[in-house]
């Protein structure tokens, strides 16, 4: 406690954002005490999100889901009091971050709601944006902090809304991303260039800052991890939850999710969320590989094994429901599309074939 001064910022959350924004804070000249789940070796951290409130007044909280800010608003909340205020730069569901709100105001302690949008590279430049909710009060103390590392703040308004702004770009990032993948494959399928699109694009009206960075690296297999499929997929999830509980049907926004499914049953979830362009183009994967069936010798004993075959494919779950593990949140049944799409794609073609063969078996054909 004797190192406790008004200017002291503990962060909680040491990934690709946290860490950048250590890093400003402190070229900033503020005093800064980190905390991570997993210990680092880094300089001033500290042993729990407890020491970590009693040295500083300003708290930022870099964790990545719904259920680990809880957890450490939670943990945070028998060492809080009205000197603090906690800035949440957790990308979750409105109702989580209200509900983080109440955990630090039951301790009479100030709440920012402070989503962010940018990934590494801006972060890296300090030019994150900040979409943020609170009290006047909290918002003119924490806006030095956030200066630190933006370019620009945007008040949206009461706790919540901030994060439905949030996740409502994101719905927008990942599904350029997306139909850019999609573009590019039928591009390459009609044998034209794919320099050639890229340098369309430039003069396009459609054309973006998420474009200018992802396509050449899209292009060229570069997926480190700028944003990563598991984070954006478990926005899309988010996304998924909210359409449930207000009946919307958002089907761009399902394509989408179902692709970044497939790339976690990849094992791709560390890799950029631009990784979804794999399946586009043609890179070699063994994912959909059919087993090989044993020739039979009598036709009926043929007819027979594809049948079984089909059954028992139609009684497996798809893909996407067994890859759910690597994500930090359960996927919906809404969620499912992509074991729903191939149900509803693949399924009628084996038993229109099947339909077809057994005809043709009974009527003595072939």
């Given amino acids: 406690m004797s190192r406790l001064t008004q200017k002291n910022i503990g962060v909680i959350g040491l990934g690709i954002i946290g860490r950048a924004v250590v890093g400003h804070l402190r070229r900033k000249g503020f005093p800064v005490f980190v905390w991570n789940r997993s210990p680092q ?11 970590l409130a009693g040295l500083c007044n300003y708290i930022q909280i870099f964790v990545s889901d719904d259920e680990a800010l809880l957890q450490t608003a939670e943990q945070l909340t028998g060492d809080l009091a009205p000197r603090h205020v906690v800035l949440a730069h957790s990308t979750v569901a409105p109702d989580s971050m209200r509900a983080a709100a109440q955990i630090v105001e039951r301790r009479r302690a100030r709440f920012v709601e402070a989503s962010f949008t940018g990934s590494k590279l801006a972060a890296e430049k300090g ?37 439905a702004i949030k996740i409502a770009t994101n719905m927008i990032t990942a599904a350029s991303v997306q139909a850019t993948a999609e573009a590019l494959a039928l591009i390459q399928a009609l044998g034209v260039p794919l320099e050639k699109f890229v340098e369309a694009m430039r003069a396009n009206a459609s054309h973006s800052d998420t474009l200018a960075m992802k396509l050449p690296k899209m292009l060229g297999r570069d997926f480190d991890p700028h944003f990563s499929v598991k984070h954006m997929l478990k926005d899309m999830q988010i996304v998924s939850q909210i359409a449930l509980s207000h009946y919307l049907d958002l089907g761009v926004t399902a394509a989408a999710r179902d692709q970044l499914v497939e790339q976690m049953q990849w094992g791709h979830g560390d890799d950029d969320y631009s990784s979804v362009v794999r399946k586009y183009l043609h890179e070699p994967s063994e994912f959909y590989e059919e087993p090989q069936a044993e020739e039979q010798g009598e036709e009926a004993s043929a007819a027979e094994l594809i049948i079984g075959s089909a059954e028992s494919e139609a009684e497996k ?19 499912g599309g992509a074991s729903a799409a ?18 043709r078996f009974s009527s003595g054909q072939e």
């Fill in 41 to 51: 070796p880094v300089p001033n951290f500290v042993g729990s999100p407890g020491e």
């Fill in 342 to 359: 191939a149900a509803e794609t693949t399924t009628p073609l084996r038993r229109g074939f099947l339909k077809q063969l057994l005809s």
């Fill in 127 to 163: 030019e994150l944006v900040y979409y943020v909710g609170g009290t006047d009060a909290a918002l003119r103390e924490a806006r030095p902090i956030l200066e630190a590392s933006s370019k620009e703040i945007v008040e949206i308004g009461a706790i919540g809304q901030a994060s």
């Fill in 317 to 335: 779950p798809g893909r996407e429901d067994t890859g759910a593990a690597d994500s930090q949140e359960p996927l919906l049944a809404l969620g």
